[in-house]
């Protein structure tokens, strides 16, 4: 992360916080000049714009504490083993408001696969996979899962949104790049999310990637080893020394 990249999320910070100022003011007029039907469905839809500025701060205070996660596991990664159904658990409750507040069903697939990660990097990689997700499911789904992929395990993420174009999908890793409500071009934003997963992916080596297609929907797969295939390897390789 480099001192600019701070900067421009400090500042990118800064507009919800202006616009929900504007509004709460917007608001308060309102209320002093007395309500009657129209002044209630104005009220109604500031309510709703001060909702949606509040969503958006929590997206960036949880991606702002991210960077400071990943810097640190970036730095000194804790290799452990990972119990993946508890972290899904868990990142479900994280996300629970902000997937009410976009109205967007998670949905989690029981898994009794265990991983080999660190386990603070892990959850803010899959914490950004997920958040995008309900940022971009405009069908209003999104999936956790995981399958066996060999002696891998391979966690995904799949969103019912509005997908992205094949000249798109190698950007959207990159900082500040962040794709239009519409999917059909990226604008400049937060977007630091998948940057984060991204890096600490390859800190770990992890596999991480994407499969897209405009308006069927994305699924982010993200490849590490699987504890059972660990062993496994291990055990074969102390037999095979030993002829």
Request: net charge neutral.
């Amino acid at each position: 992360m480099q001192p600019h990249d701070l900067d421009a999320l400090a500042r990118d910070l800064c507009q919800p916080v202006d616009a929900l100022g504007l509004l709460n003011h917007a608001l308060r007029q309102r209320l002093r000049a007395g309500l009657h039907r129209a002044a209630e469905d104005e009220v109604e839809a500031i309510l709703e714009q001060i909702e949606l500025g509040l969503t958006q701060m929590r997206r960036r205070l949880a991606s702002m504490l991210d960077i400071v996660h990943a810097e640190h596991s970036l730095a000194r990664p804790v290799i452990a083993e990972v119990q993946l159904m508890p972290l899904f658990e868990k990142l479900a409750l994280q996300t629970a408001r902000i997937a009410h507040d976009n109205r967007v069903s998670l949905s989690i697939a029981p898994t009794s696969i265990r991983v080999i990660s660190d386990p603070r990097a892990l959850e803010v990689i899959l914490r950004n996979l997920l958040l995008n997700g309900l940022f971009f499911a405009r069908g209003g789904r999104v999936l956790l899962g995981c399958r066996r992929r060999g002696g891998d395990a391979q966690i995904q993420v799949w969103d019912d949104g509005v997908g992205i174009l094949p000249e798109h999908q190698a950007v959207i890793f990159e900082p500040l790049a962040k794709l239009q409500g519409d999917g059909d071009g990226l604008v400049q934003g937060l977007g630091m999310g998948l940057t984060l997963a991204r890096d600490l992916a390859r800190t770990l080596g992890h596999g991480i990637d994407l499969r897209s297609e405009p308006r069927m929907g994305s699924v982010f797969l993200l490849t590490l080893p699987r504890i059972e295939a660990t062993k496994q390897r291990g055990t074969e390789s102390a037999g095979s020394a030993c002829l």
